[in-house]
């Protein structure tokens, strides 16, 4: 079945045709070839407002979680982190952006995502 995208702004639209290129530019995408295609997990991308009102692409991989493993976590909080630093210890934040298009996954597993 062919996509529709008739309901999406003219903007919105072609903001979605310039990520999915820059993605693609980036070999973060790959097309689907005819044979392939209905056989994978497919998921939505769409847009979300941003705080200083620009609009984010966002890849809605829920339908990813039936299939893995929930692993549980406890996550810290700043205060947590600065109560073992010590002066003159140093702190980093790294932009991670694209960090994950460098993880090669497997072609068989290309689907799911």
């Not at 996509?3 to 979605?16: G, I, N, Q, T, V």
């Not at 209905?38 to 809605?60: A, E, M, Q």
């Not at 810290?76 to 002066?87: F, G, H, R």
């Amino acid at each position: 079945m062919p996509l529709s995208f008739s309901h999406l702004p003219e903007d919105d639209l072609a903001l979605l045709c310039q990520e999915v290129a820059a993605l693609l530019a980036k070999g973060a995408k790959e097309k689907v070839h005819v044979p392939e295609v209905g056989r994978g997990c497919y998921s939505r991308y769409f847009l979300i407002p941003k705080k200083d009102r620009g609009l984010r692409p966002i890849r809605d991989l829920w339908d990813l979680n039936y299939f893995l493993k929930k692993e549980k976590f406890k996550m810290l909080i700043l205060a947590q982190v600065l109560s073992v630093l010590d002066p003159g210890d140093w702190m980093v934040a790294l932009d991670l952006q694209d960090a994950y298009f460098h993880i090669t996954i497997l072609l068989a597993y290309r689907r799911y995502l």
